[in-house]
């Protein structure tokens, strides 16, 4: 998959640099072929129980040749999706420069929600309800992140962790995001 990568990268698809309507072809081809074929095997794999064979069979045999079409699939859409100034382009630009508040804030928002400290919903959540969490979070993250640089420089993480490296406390008002 690594060497679809740089041919994306050489011939400028991950660069946005070519026209809309391709990039629409390849979401059309990578999507049109690679869900009918992924819902197909996860109704498998949820009718047998998640059976060790079944899974195994369809996370690792049977998309392998749909795979590549459904990464660009997603490839192409992120590139659409993701033009300079817009809505998410934003919100995951300043998520990616508090990524060691976010990951660190992720572990203690699950650990909370799922262990015996917490609310221990460990199990105790159906595969759905676990995905409902993960998207949660990632709003929650998304949603923070943009109006926090708005207002302070660093995240407190990497504001703590650039004092502690540089041996004195930075300077932290002032965001450097425009508003």
Known sequence: ?????????????????????????WVAI?????????AALALWMIRSDFGLVEVTSATMVLTTPIRPLMIMGWAALIVLLM??????????????????????????ICTTIFYGYGLGWYGAL???????VVFAVWALILLWS??????????????????????????????????
């Open 30 to 38: 990578g999507f049109g072929i690679g869900i009918p074929v992924y």
């Open 126 to 132: 159906s595969r759905a309800e676990v995905y409902l």
């Open 83 to 108: 033009r300079p100034g817009g809505f998410l382009t934003d919100r995951l630009a300043a998520a990616g420069r508090m990524a060691f508040t976010n990951y660190l804030g992720t572990s203690l």
């Open 146 to 179: 943009k109006p926090w640089l708005e207002r302070f420089a660093y995240g407190p993480l990497e504001w703590l962790w650039r004092s502690l490296a540089r041996g004195r406390a930075q300077a932290m008002a002032g965001g450097v995001l425009a508003r």
């Open 1 to 25: 998959y690594m060497l679809f990568g740089m041919a994306a990268y050489r011939n400028g698809m991950l660069t946005g640099q070519w026209e809309r309507r391709r990039y629409w072809r």
